[in-house]
């Protein structure tokens, strides 16, 4: 072999061992700083040693997953004062491994929880509770006839709600201004307005001068009404439902045993198929019914009650509350102690 040949040989050699990759090396990284919000991040690696796998130094806040010779890195929100760093270690078989340090900055600004207050009749005040890091001022974009309040805790703010619910929904916005600068956060604020079943609790007036008072059953879904006469009364109340914005009484209500210990029901009587004269005494038969309406310039309610055509063929014109001593519906005995005839209104004056 001659002697240029034999050097050739060497340094053909010589360029192959250098080609050899030596160590893991950073072939992209999508960001190595993080705002203390946090979030995620990839770095892909270059290797010829096989396996790749990778360690953090916090993983607690800094957590890695390797998917071939990607790692995916989450960075956990930060709430401290100072800024932190870990380091990523991605390492594959006999090669140097790589490290890259990943730095996130410390918190910045407000963190509100939560950002939303509902309020109640029940629930008048209310609490945000408040991380920031500087001072921050209060205030209200949106506050209609100063409905809201508010006052800084040690822990956030409390707001309050300086009225109840009333028939329309009041809403507000509170906003919180960092003074270092930082984005400020919004507060929504609701007080829900109150329902229609809750503006029907309470003393009516019939058209016929009898005082009745709606209490609540069910709430939201059924009513008790007691008739303010001697021979009625609390112990025996007619059920009222509230289904879809009306008030239903059925017919057929045994209502229960009175102060003279006679037995108190209520039925209809009324046509059938246009003919005849029948009692209806079946509960659920018949039914009268209405829907409540408000006029809100002099904040009067008025329920006009009436059979609702449940019966179809059955028509309960007259409702009837019966009394005898020996049973419920039993008309060989007794008498009607209050008696409406084809419907009946009623009136109640309400306040905000």
């Not at 939303?116 to 001072?135: G, H, I, K, P, W």
């Not at 939201?220 to 009625?232: D, L």
Request: with cysteine.
């Amino acid at each position: 072999m001659s002697a240029s040949l034999f050097a050739a040989c060497i340094l053909f050699a010589g360029c192959d061992k250098d080609d050899e990759i030596s160590a893991v090396t950073l072939q992209s990284i999508t960001s190595e700083t993080f705002s203390y919000k946090g979030g995620l991040g990839t770095l892909v690696v270059n290797s010829d040693g096989g396996f790749v796998s990778a360690t953090s130094s916090d993983p607690d806040w800094c957590r890695v997953q390797v998917m071939e010779n990607t790692v995916l890195f989450n960075v956990i929100a930060y709430t401290g004062k100072e800024d932190r760093t870990a380091t990523i270690t991605v390492e594959s078989g006999a090669l140097m491994p790589l490290q890259m340090q990943i730095t996130q900055t410390r918190f910045e600004g407000l963190i509100v929880t939560p950002t939303t207050l509902l309020f109640s009749n029940e629930q008048r005040t209310l609490s945000c509770t408040v991380m920031a890091s500087a001072d921050y001022e209060v205030g209200f974009s949106e506050n209609p006839n100063n409905a809201f309040g508010f006052s800084k805790t040690d822990f956030g703010v409390t707001f309050i709600a300086n009225q109840g619910p009333s028939r329309m929904d009041v809403s507000g916005r509170a906003v919180l201004t960092p003074t270092d600068g930082g984005e400020p956060v919004v507060i929504s604020l609701l007080i829900p307005k109150r329902s229609i079943y809750d503006y029907l609790i309470g003393e009516w007036v019939s058209s016929q001068g009898a005082t009745v008072k709606f209490t609540k059953r069910d709430d939201q879904q059924s009513f008790n009404i007691i008739v303010n006469q001697p021979n009625m009364g609390e112990a025996t109340p007619i059920v009222a439902q509230f289904v879809n914005g009306e008030v239903v009484i059925q017919g057929g209500q045994s209502l229960g045993i009175n102060s003279e210990g006679k037995y108190v029901s209520l039925h209809m009587n009324g046509p059938q198929n246009g003919e005849g004269w029948y009692i209806f005494n079946q509960p659920g038969r018949v039914a009268w019914a209405g829907e409540p309406k408000f006029y809100e310039d002099i904040h009067q309610i008025t329920l006009h009650l009436e059979d609702n055509g449940q019966g179809q063929a059955a028509v309960g014109e007259h409702f009837v509350v019966w009394a005898c001593t020996d049973g419920y519906f039993q008309f060989g005995s007794g008498s009607n102690i209050m008696q409406y005839t084809s419907s009946v209104d009623f009136t109640r004056n309400y306040t905000e």
